[in-house]
T-cell receptor
Framework: AQTVTQSQPEMSVQEAETVTLSCTYD???????LFWYKQPPSRQMILVIR??????QNATENRFSVNFQKAAKSFSLKISDSQLGDAAMYFC?????????FGQGTRLTINP | DTGVSQDPRHKITKRGQNVTFRCDPI?????LYWYRQTLGQGPEFLTY????????KSRLLSDRFSAERPKGSFSTLEIQRTEQGDSAMYLC???????????FGEGSWLTVV
């Protein structure tokens, strides 16, 4: 069974600075996707970034980038130039052939 | 395209009552997923459908829970004899295929009193 672990229940960062959220996963599958989702207080699950396991290049979406280490089964999210609107719960998720499996989440606070 | 819609958005029920949630996926999406999320936790997988076939059910889905997708379009999740531990947000999501993006609805909040 796939598992996703986020070891940081809470993180905080000063506005305009950079923060990295950690995620590790476990799977025996070779073809899969990894995601970071953001869930603000409204509870709507918003896709932040996606990484295909077969791609060696790390995905980037504007201020959001990932560090994907396939051998280590690590998938961290870096948020640059943090903004107040980035405050939310962030979930790392794994998707193999079947379902999406989520980590426990990291609550990110942005300090003005 | 409208997004994934869920109804009702909020439901308060007394312990022991039955409740039903409905999910309308994005048009033409053949996969539909149900998740449960409690406060401060990540969403937990409950079940998923490919068209009308229910392909996987989590152990979390006790015999009080049943989900259907009768015509491969909308889905319902019914909870019988609700318990206080069922209080959570029930999220529905859909996708076009196994490797396409999964889109989430806004969730249905259940409070059992």
């Amino acid at each position: 069974a796939q598992t996703v672990t986020q070891s940081q229940p809470e993180m905080s960062v000063q506005e305009a600075e950079t923060v990295t959220l950690s995620c590790t996963y476990d799977t025996s599958e070779s073809d899969y996707y990894l995601f970071w989702y953001k869930q603000p207080p409204s509870r709507q699950m918003i896709l932040v970034i996606r990484q295909e396991a077969y791609k060696q290049q790390n995905a980037t979406e504007n201020r959001f980038s990932v560090n994907f280490q396939k051998a280590a089964k690590s998938f961290s999210l870096k948020i640059s130039d943090s903004q107040l609107g980035d405050a939310a719960m962030y979930f790392c998720a794994f998707r193999g052939a079947q379902k999406l499996v989520f980590g426990q989440g990291t609550r990110l606070t942005i300090n003005p | 395209d409208t997004g994934v819609s869920q109804d009702p958005r909020h439901k308060i029920t007394k312990r022991g009552q039955n409740v039903t949630f409905r999910c309308d996926p994005i048009s033409e999406h053949n996969r539909l997923y149900w998740y449960r999320q409690t406060l401060g936790q990540g969403p937990e997988f409950l079940t998923y459908f490919q068209n009308e076939a229910q392909l996987e059910k989590s152990r979390l889905l006790s015999d009080r829970f049943s989900a259907e997708r009768p015509k491969g379009s909308f889905s319902t999740l019914e909870i019988q004899r609700t318990e206080q531990g069922d209080s959570a947000m029930y999220l529905c999501a859909s996708s076009l295929g196994w490797d396409s993006l999964i889109y989430f609805g806004e969730g249905s909040w259940l409070t059992v009193v």
